[in-house]
């Protein structure tokens, strides 16, 4: 599955911010999928996930109660709603997916990732 993800930008802190990640290639329906962060000098950070069976989800917890993953298998889209942006929330966002993945995959599990958005968040 190939995936593009957009909707980063550089916003204030307390805004909101809509990802999306768009695949091609396969249908999503099949595939669990989630989003990671990477800012800069640190490794690749859990954010979310959402089962493909049943749209089950969990979240990393430094982003509990404030983004919410939600899919739409018949546009092959997921999103990745962040609220109450912080400083800390700096980094690129990579949308990942796995066929008939289950919730607690590792990161090298994970076998599709999309190129990245950056989101920049200021205080």
């Known amino acids: 599955v190939y995936l593009v993800e957009s909707g980063g930008g550089s916003v204030q802190a307390g805004d909101s911010l809509r990802l999306t990640c768009v695949a091609s290639g396969r249908t999503l329906n099949m595939y669990s999928a989630a989003w990671f962060r990477q800012a800069p000098g640190k490794e690749r950070e859990f954010v979310a996930v959402t089962r493909w069976s049943d749209g089950t989800t969990r979240y990393g917890d430094s982003v509990k109660g404030r983004f919410a993953i939600t899919r739409e298998n018949t546009k092959n889209t997921v999103y990745l709603q962040m609220n109450s942006l912080k400083p800390e929330d700096t980094a690129v966002y990579y949308c990942?997916?796995?066929?008939?993945?289950?919730?607690?995959?590792?990161?090298?599990?994970?076998?599709?990732w999309g190129q990245g958005t950056q989101v920049t968040v200021s205080s």
């Open positions: 990942t997916a796995k066929r008939y993945g289950s919730l607690w995959l590792h990161e090298t599990d994970w076998t599709g």
